[in-house]
């Protein structure tokens, strides 16, 4: 059976049975059907977080398809529970452009995933929706503060920085004109858009710790310049209160179940290549005062989401994760030693070894954050026993202990070594996570770092338009704030092209966004986009809803 069909073969307990599970009476429940509830802010519980056990699940390098990071985390979660501990899934909620597009849905895989799986992956909760509306009241006030002459706010439209967003890819709306049709349709100006996943608000949403904190970051978030050069941030245009209404349901963590039953909670879903790349500050602190062990994930390779999630989110949060697990698969390894998309089922110990050397350098980079990682070996039905020892030896030369998962096919019942292995590793306390970085550094300093130390690159190079933003940020006294680099996910460089372990290259910086409201600043390298593009056979193609609507079709 494929994704959809094990989903749908499975019959879920009401959301309250898996909420005792946690200890969370019934009344507390803000139900969105018969199997997905919303949790209140009241849960979390500062003194129980600070004595359960954080961890992250990351990968190497991936192939277009992804490694299946959150299908490792969801059995990871499982083979915990099936081992004895009590442990919650605390996972990113999907986005609709990747799940008709090309990477499809990301509620896991196989024997592996949450579930109601199609609600999941569809419009879930709304909470999508609630931060595009949010986004989108701002950049109407926006243009309706231009239009209005007698406004006390003279923004200058050449100068907005906020752009709308939609919850799809549409490579057609990243530039436009907007405004056309004359003085009553507002000021003709340039504009464009960002997928939802890389709205600021997404990131505001997912590192606030309540809804006052919500209201202040909105308040601070950077929309333009006047016309005498003076920064207007969304305060000014009194859009706060407002904005935090339309997200006042969308700030609670969703709570759903897991294929065999465990508590999972979903909430917030910013893309890692263009964001931060991790679930909510508040999602994980309520995990981790309802639980003894938490695991989640963070998107892409562990340069980018792992980056992020420990150099922003942890420091912002106060969050020490107390293991690292890292996901690699055989096929990922043969790509990064040469091999073709036609060949990357086929094996090859030659490919496998030459591949290595990506794995390699994200197990160095997890030592430099003070982590022993567990590399996760996502098994797949083409993956040799040979290349699998091979794999186990090249980690274990590296003090790494590598562990076969078969989450997709088994469950729980295929990640229980990989559970031991990682209690193993809190267990043994060699773990302890230190920054990268620290955030007074100046800007320059802390991508330098970022560059050289995570991506292995030679030197950073900045076009002039970099440059200047790098005086507007001095400027606005925003140098504090960390880096979130925006970055293919294809590549330790900014070129795609690049894969395995590329030395001597250089990264350039195109551009900033600065995102105040969130607090971080956003290096755009290369080509990188936020508002990507279907691919030329979208994954929409063969999905199907019959008369009953019953979904087929849905990964």
Same mark, same amino acid.
């Given at each position: ?18 909420? !005792?599970?946690?200890?969370? %009476? !019934?009344?507390?429940?803000?139900? *969105? ?6 949790? &209140? ?25 992804? +490694? ?11 083979? @915990? ?6 442990? /919650?899934?605390?996972?990113?909620? &999907?986005?609709?452009?990747? /799940? ?10 196989? *024997?592996?995933?949450?579930? &109601?799986? +199609? ?6 909760? $709304?909470?999508?929706?609630?931060? !595009? ?50 003085? =009553? #349709? ?7 858009? #960002? ?26 978030? @950077? ?7 003076? &920064?207007v941030y969304a305060r000014d245009l009194k859009v706060q209160e407002a904005m935090a209404i339309l997200l006042k349901d969308a700030i609670k963590p969703n709570l759903v179940q897991t294929l065999e039953g465990n %508590? ?5 879903? %910013? ?23 938490? /695991? ?42 040469? =091999? ?16 290595? /050397? ?6 160095? #980079? ?5 982590? #022993? ?13 040979? +290349? ?17 998962s078969k989450a997709w096919e088994l469950g729980g019942n295929g990640t229980q070594d990989l559970a031991r292995a990682v209690v193993s590793e809190i267990e043994s306390e060699k773990s302890n996570f230190k920054p990268? *970085? ?6 320059? !300093? ?8 995570? *991506?292995? =690159? ?22 504090? @704030? ?58 929409? +193609? $063969? ?13």
């Amino acid at each position: 059976m494929n994704d959809i069909e094990i989903a749908q073969s499975i019959a879920l307990q009401p959301i309250a049975q898996i909420a !005792e599970k946690l200890n969370i %009476p !019934e009344e507390l429940l803000e139900y *969105y059907g018969r199997d997905k509830s919303k949790l &209140p802010l009241s849960l979390i519980d500062f003194d129980k977080i600070e004595k359960s056990n954080l961890i992250l699940v990351t990968a190497m390098t991936p192939t277009p398809a992804g +490694e299946g990071k959150t299908t490792i985390s969801i059995g990871l979660n499982e083979g @915990l529970n099936k081992i004895g501990k009590k442990s /919650v899934a605390v996972l990113r909620e &999907p986005s609709l452009g990747p /799940v008709f597009g090309i990477k499809g849905g990301a509620a896991g895989g196989g *024997y592996s995933q949450v579930v &109601p799986m +199609e609600d999941i992956n569809l419009h879930f909760t $709304g909470d999508f929706s609630a931060v !595009e509306k949010a986004n989108n009241f701002l950049a109407a006030i926006i243009d309706n503060v231009i239009q209005n002459p007698k406004h006390e706010v003279k923004i200058d439209p050449r100068t907005v920085l906020w752009k709308r967003v939609i919850d799809m890819n549409d490579r057609s709306l990243r530039e436009i004109i907007i405004g056309i049709g004359g003085k =009553a #349709n507002g000021v003709m100006r340039s504009d464009g858009f #960002n997928i939802t996943a890389a709205s600021e608000i997404m990131a505001i949403l997912c590192l606030s710790n309540d809804l006052q904190s919500l209201k202040e970051k909105i308040g601070n978030i @950077l929309v333009g310049f006047t016309y005498s050069n003076e &920064p207007v941030y969304a305060r000014d245009l009194k859009v706060q209160e407002a904005m935090a209404i339309l997200l006042k349901d969308a700030i609670k963590p969703n709570l759903v179940q897991t294929l065999e039953g465990n %508590p999972a909670i979903l909430h917030g879903g %910013p893309f890692a290549n263009i964001a931060q790349g991790t679930n909510s500050l508040i999602a994980t602190r309520m995990g981790l005062s309802l639980a003894d062990y938490v /695991v989640t994930e963070a998107g892409f390779g562990a340069d980018l989401g792992a980056e992020k999630f420990l150099d922003i989110k942890c420091v912002y949060g106060n969050l020490k994760p107390k293991a690292m697990v890292i996901v690699a698969t055989i096929r990922a390894l043969r790509h990064h030693g040469g =091999a073709s998309p036609e060949e990357l089922n086929t094996p090859s110990l030659e490919r496998v070894e030459k591949g290595f /050397v990506n794995l390699q350098k994200h197990i160095e #980079n997890a030592k430099t954050f003070g982590f #022993n990682p567990v590399v996760a070996i996502n098994h797949f039905i083409k993956d040799t026993q040979e +290349e699998i020892e091979l794999l186990q030896k090249m980690c274990a030369d590296m003090d790494v202990k590598a562990v076969v998962s078969k989450a997709w096919e088994l469950g729980g019942n295929g990640t229980q070594d990989l559970a031991r292995a990682v209690v193993s590793e809190i267990e043994s306390e060699k773990s302890n996570f230190k920054p990268l *970085y620290d955030h007074a550094k100046s800007p320059k !300093e802390k991508i330098e770092t970022i560059a050289k130390t995570i *991506y292995g =690159a030679e030197s950073v190079e900045y076009s002039p338009k970099a440059l200047e933003g790098l005086k507007r940020i001095e400027k606005l006294g925003l140098s504090n @704030l960390p880096i979130c680099m925006a970055k293919t996910q294809k590549s330790f460089s900014d070129n795609e092209k690049k894969i395995g372990r590329p030395t001597g290259f250089a990264v350039t910086v195109r551009e900033f966004e600065i995102a105040a409201g969130a607090g971080f600043l956003i290096p755009i390298l290369g080509n990188m986009m936020r508002m990507p593009g279907l691919p030329s056979v979208p994954a929409s +193609e $063969g999905m199907h809803i019959d008369d009953n609507g019953v979904i087929s079709g849905l990964s």
